[in-house]
């Protein structure tokens, strides 16, 4: 989903939210007080689509889950507004990591259905791929080259050692990431008794964990 696309959204729910907040009494009437429900599980929802996990809008929703309904909407439409404006405004970093993450979750779930079927080797080609965009868009996003001065772009277990050295992660992380790349390269040029599904499995698990942990 686009940015245009979920200004849309926010801003059709907003317009729903405000117009049931004017209405006179709709918090003692049970045909409006039902429709404000709704509509504030659906603010809800928009915002929780949009927002990382652990964002400042997420943090402001938590507040506000356990208050009286009338308040709740309130509250909620007003996070949803400060959302929405974010957006508008050009608010962009959250929802690049967004797009990255429904990207790769998408090639973790194409590996997980090869897996399943017995295919390890294409599986770990995959998850390896997905790991060095993730790793290259890492780079982006904290202003480390991924290119060489030669112009060549970098090799990914170069960008990992660049990342560590920019205090992105730490050692232990960037000697994890080694050890996947060299799975990933085992399984690309044939050297497939080297491994086992076992691994390819514990490698697919702990690509997420790490795409989770380090957004791009």
Not at 27 to 34: G, L, P
Not at 63 to 73: D, E, G, N, S
Not at 86 to 113: F, K, N, P, Q, R
Request: contains cysteine; aromatic residues 6%.
């Amino acid at each position: 989903m686009d940015i245009l696309k979920m200004v849309e959204q926010l801003d059709k729910l907003i317009a729903d939210g405000l117009n049931i907040l004017h209405e006179s009494e709709w918090h003692v009437n049970f045909e409006r007080a039902q429709r404000a429900r709704v509509l504030t599980n659906r603010l809800e929802s928009a915002v929780e689509r949009v927002a990382l996990p652990g964002s400042v809008y997420i943090q402001q929703l938590d507040q506000h889950r356990t208050k009286p309904l009338i308040y709740k909407m309130e509250e909620v439409l007003s996070v949803a507004v400060g959302l929405r404006d974010d957006l508008s405004d050009g608010w962009t970093e959250s929802v690049a990591e967004l797009v990255h993450a429904e990207t790769h979750s998408d090639y973790l779930e194409m590996a997980e259905s090869l897996i399943s079927s017995g295919y390890k080797d294409p599986a770990a080609v995959i998850v390896g791929t997905a790991l060095e965009v993730h790793v290259r868009a890492l780079c982006v996003k904290h202003g480390v080259d991924t290119e060489l001065s030669t112009g060549a772009p970098k090799k990914a277990d170069t960008m990992n050692a660049d990342l560590k050295k920019a205090g992105v992660y730490g050692t232990l992380q960037q000697k994890q990431l080694t050890a996947w790349m060299d799975l990933r390269n085992k399984a690309a040029h044939g050297d497939w008794k080297e491994y086992d599904i076992q691994q390819v499995r514990l490698l697919i698990d702990g690509v997420r964990e790490f795409m989770i942990k380090f957004p791009a």
